[in-house]
């Protein structure tokens, strides 16, 4: 999920196994669905890192769920 301030937020991106560190531009937040609009910074299909905790640039990761 989207982290950081709205100044600098980024997000986590699955790639090849290991996460990489992505700068986002946040757009509007909608509390019907607690869910922030990515207006740059990702393209269609990637994979974010939704789970909390603090990563660094490379930690492998492992996909779960067939995704």
């Known amino acids: 999920g989207l ?3 709205a100044a600098e937020a980024f997000v986590w991106v699955v790639s090849d ?3 990489t560190r992505r700068d ?3 757009g509007p937040r909608d509390p019907a669905v607690d869910a ?3 207006e ?3 393209e ?3 994979t974010v890192l939704l789970a909390p905790g603090e990563f660094q640039d490379g930690t492998p990761v492992r996909m779960r ?3």
């Open 44 to 46: 269609a299909g990637e």
């Open 17 to 19: 196994g290991r996460l």
């Open 24 to 26: 986002v531009t946040a």
């Open 65 to 67: 769920g067939g995704a």
């Open 40 to 42: 740059s910074g990702l």
């Open 36 to 38: 922030v609009a990515i």
């Open 3 to 5: 982290r950081g301030t």
